[in-house]
């Protein structure tokens, strides 16, 4: 195959070739490593490529493999990590001026479970500075670009991990969510992107945000692939007390199951109002083919989820500031504009704030447990609106102006204060050619439903194996 034929195969195809020695890790690494200096000058997906770390390492896995000691399914694979995951020994600057040339001395519990997998380290990857923003704007480091449409946003936080993946320029990718910076940049680059629970998946060595909202997720072009990640991330960690000791299911076997019988709900509440229309079409569509597929689909009442955005904001202000506290103090002029206005503004919330924050926070939790006892997922739209231009600052919809990152994250971030697990699949296209994402929303530590859900609309989805219109 030639090498950007083989930056196009999925996770599972890769693994099974590798497995069989019918492709070598080295081959694979060297046709990613060749896009990204292609590639990358104009997208700015990665801040650290790292040739040498990953052809060295690609060599050992190759020799292991050889020798007949096959780890599993990301052995030999090529994945990158945005710029807030610890990688001892390699620089990790979380998108900022501040941690520009911090190198640490330890890995993510993130890190070391990949590299314990036998995947392929590339770089570390661009991101909206400090994971504080939806669009992936980085004043720093440049702004990675939507391979879609150029002069649109990624997305972010998670901006060049969506960017990476959806290139060729990694196989798989991971993402931090706290408002939807997994799920917004999916959407908005045509993949999936799954936030799983909260405390399935260890922050452990992950630059925080907030605490209490932040997940780590896997960002990839197939669900079998997100799948596969989430197989290796998942399960207890002594190094975060906020991980469940929950058994791991075997995720890849799960999404065989069928869906026929499974109750979906649709909340008209909040998340199908002020939608674009091409959104709320492709959506609906979704709905309508997971129906055909033996699914029943019903409406379902949601009354307060709009006091999911005003509890987030309190939250994460507070705990933010919490943790910029000591670089504000000392280093606040080396922040970009925008980050520091938001971290700024968390000094205006007051502990009374957060506490009451805290208290809606268990009540829309609990709304949506009720629901999920129902219904076994809903679905909803991702973002109600396709990636905006990169120089936006407003979007109307429906006659109703808002902030651009506010329209991005109204859909994805009621489900990090409940701590449910949230897909984002592509679903569609807009006239403009830009991707749609529906996101489906499961029972905690019920991710293999959600997978299950996800990969049979995948095998009717009308996007199914599109890329974007990017040239070598």
Not at 66 to 91: C, E, Q, S, W, Y
Not at 206 to 230: N, Q
Request: hydrophobic share 45%; proline share 8%; glycine share 10%.
């Amino acid at each position: 195959m030639a090498p950007d034929e083989l930056t196009r195969l999925s996770i599972a195809e890769a693994g099974e070739r590798l497995r069989r020695r019918a492709l070598s890790p080295v081959e694979l690494t060297r046709a990613y490593l060749d896009r990204i200096q292609r590639c990358d000058g104009d997208l700015l997906a990665y801040i650290t490529v790292l040739p040498g770390e990953a052809l060295a390492a690609a060599t050992a896995a190759e020799q292991e493999i050889a020798r007949g000691n096959f780890r599993g399914p990301l052995h030999g694979i090529p994945i990158a990590l945005k710029d807030l995951v610890l990688t001892r020994g390699i620089r990790t600057t979380c998108g900022s001026r501040i941690l520009g040339d911090w190198v640490p001395d330890a890995d993510a519990t993130v890190t070391t479970r990949l590299a314990e997998a036998g995947a392929i380290l590339l770089g570390k990857l661009n991101m909206h500075e400090f994971a504080y923003g939806p669009t992936g704007v980085n004043p720093h480091y440049g702004t990675s670009r939507n391979p879609w449409d150029r002069r649109r946003v990624p997305g972010g936080s998670s901006s060049g991990s969506a960017v990476a993946v959806a290139a060729g320029l990694a196989a798989g990718a991971l993402g931090t969510d706290t408002g939807g910076s997994v799920r917004i940049p999916a959407a908005l680059c045509g993949l999936v992107g799954l936030k799983p629970t909260y405390g399935r998946v260890s922050r452990a060595g992950v630059i925080p945000l907030a605490w209490s909202l932040d997940h780590v997720g896997p960002m990839t072009r197939t669900v079998t692939d997100a799948a596969l990640l989430l197989q290796v991330l998942a399960g207890r960690d002594p190094a975060d007390p906020s991980t469940a000791d929950i058994p791991v299911p075997d995720y890849r076997r799960a999404l065989q199951g069928e869906i026929r019988g499974l109750r979906l709900g649709l909340p008209k509440d909040h998340f199908f109002e002020r939608l674009d229309p091409e959104v709320r079409a492709a959506v609906l569509a979704a709905a309508r083919s997971l129906e055909g597929l033996g699914a029943s689909v019903e409406d379902i009442p949601l009354p307060n989820i709009p006091h999911a955005g005003p509890a987030s904001f309190a939250i994460i202000a507070s705990e933010a500031m919490a943790y910029h506290e000591p670089y504000l103090k000392t280093r606040a002029a080396e922040y970009g504009a925008d980050v520091r206005a938001r971290l700024m503004m968390g000094q205006f919330v007051l502990a009374s704030h957060y506490l009451k924050a805290q208290r809606a926070r268990q009540i829309i939790r609990a709304e949506v447990d009720a629901a999920l006892r129902r219904v076994d997922a809903l679905l909803l739209p991702t973002t109600p609106i396709p990636a905006p231009p990169l120089d936006a600052r407003e979007v109307t919809v429906d006659g109703v102006t808002e902030d651009a990152r506010w329209w991005l994250i109204r859909c994805t971030r009621p489900i990090n204060v409940t701590g449910h697990p949230a897909l984002s699949v592509p679903c569609g296209l807009t006239a403009a050619g830009l991707p749609i994402g529906l996101q489906i929303v499961g029972r905690h530590f019920d991710e293999a439903t959600v997978l299950r859900i996800g990969h049979a609309f995948e095998a009717v989805s009308p996007v199914r194996d599109l890329w974007p219109p990017l040239g070598p």
